[in-house]
């Protein structure tokens, strides 16, 4: 389905998720935000970025390490990002600036988490490579409770997806056309 969007359509959908995005309580009254910046056909993520700064929010971003683990640093706009291409994979925007360690997302209020799909549960289906659940373990190692939430096109909320013992429900999904919870945070 991704595949098949247009320029148009990512523009649109981009713009609808920063709007639902900032009626979340959970990223109104955020200090600190890890997010990520969205790459391909993936639901947008730079019009939310901006919002988020704009109001004065630490917006953090991944920097991808060699083992799939991410280390973070802040968004300062979008001039403010690096192209960097891992391997043969996709090239991915990355903060250019310094590196702050891979438990810097421990201080995030909310962290927004890529993904193909979630399902009536709050179980995220991710990309497979394992970076966000190492991620959702840190948290959970350092005590932090921030709110998870997951950018997704309408069609990616799903019945069921599968799941495997570390992985963790997200507390809300947000689609062009609203916002859906799971359960309570924390």
Excluded: C, I, K, Q
């Amino acid at each position: 389905m991704r595949s098949r969007l247009t320029a148009d359509d990512l523009r649109e959908t981009s713009a609808a998720l920063a709007g639902w995005a900032g009626e979340l309580p959970e990223l109104a009254d955020a200090r600190t935000v890890a997010a990520y910046v969205s790459v391909g056909s993936e639901p947008g993520t730079l019009a939310l970025l901006d919002a988020l700064r704009a109001r004065g929010v630490r917006v953090l971003l991944p920097v991808l390490l060699p083992d799939n683990d991410l280390d973070w640093g802040a968004y300062e706009g979008g001039a403010s990002l690096a192209r960097v291409r891992h391997g043969g994979r996709m090239a991915l925007y990355e903060p250019a600036g310094e590196r702050l360690g891979p438990d810097a997302v421990t201080a995030a209020d909310a962290v927004l988490l890529p993904g193909l799909a979630v399902d009536a549960r709050g179980m995220r289906l991710g990309r497979g490579g394992g970076s966000y659940d190492r991620v959702l373990a840190r948290l959970e190692r350092a005590g932090a409770h921030p709110a998870l939430v997951v950018l997704l096109y309408d069609s990616e909320v799903v019945a069921h997806v599968p799941e495997e013992p570390h992985d963790r429900p997200v507390h809300a999904v947000v689609t062009p056309s609203g916002v859906r919870r799971f359960g309570r945070r924390g």
